[in-house]
């Protein structure tokens, strides 16, 4: 099994590294041939803006949207869950998402840079130490979306819908593996 980071903007070599700590072959995915050579796909957080912006001048956009069809597992973190939102409920001009999850979210939605936290959050069952830095939350989740993290205060912060897993929060700038370990069981599935 290989596994892509996109890795046109956004911390690459964080989830680069947890995925190297669990055994897993990778590859650095920057054109549409990367996706032909990966079984699954990371989106990692960044700028959601800027990672829009390089999608379309990187003319990913269709091969993007085509890998996620495809059934192949992709897992999105905060600026990687914006892009695969159904709906940014505060996009910057010109910003479009990939338009895969039904599920409607708002970026920012903890605060700026200087608001960032790190917080233990259950997630699918299990405790995993994570960081929030300018994250999203999730708004509205659609009827085929699974719930797999909540805040206290019922902010939604991890979903799954089929082959799609999306965090609001960091897992790979805190050391612990079992985020990735989850998508990986949905890699393997």
Known sequence: MRVGVFALQGDVREHLLILSKLGVDTLEVRNATALNEIDSLILPGGESTTM???????????????????????????????????????????????????????RNA??????????????????????????????EAGDGVEVLSKLEDGSIVAVRQKN???????PELTGDSSVHSYFLGMAQS
């Open 52 to 106: 829009s912006k390089l999608i379309d001048i990187f003319d990913l956009r269709k091969p993007l949207q085509e890998f996620i069809v495809s059934g192949k597992p992709v897992f999105g973190t905060c600026a990687g869950m914006i892009m695969l939102a159904s709906n940014v409920v505060d996009s910057a001009a010109g910003q479009q998402s990939l338009n895969a999850m039904d599920i409607s979210v708002q």
């Open 110 to 139: 903890f605060g700026s840079q200087l608001d960032s936290f790190e917080a233990t959050v259950s997630f699918a069952g299990q405790d995993a130490k994570v960081a929030f830095i300018r994250a999203p939350k999730v708004l």
């Open 164 to 170: 799609l897993l999306a965090t609001a929060f960091h």
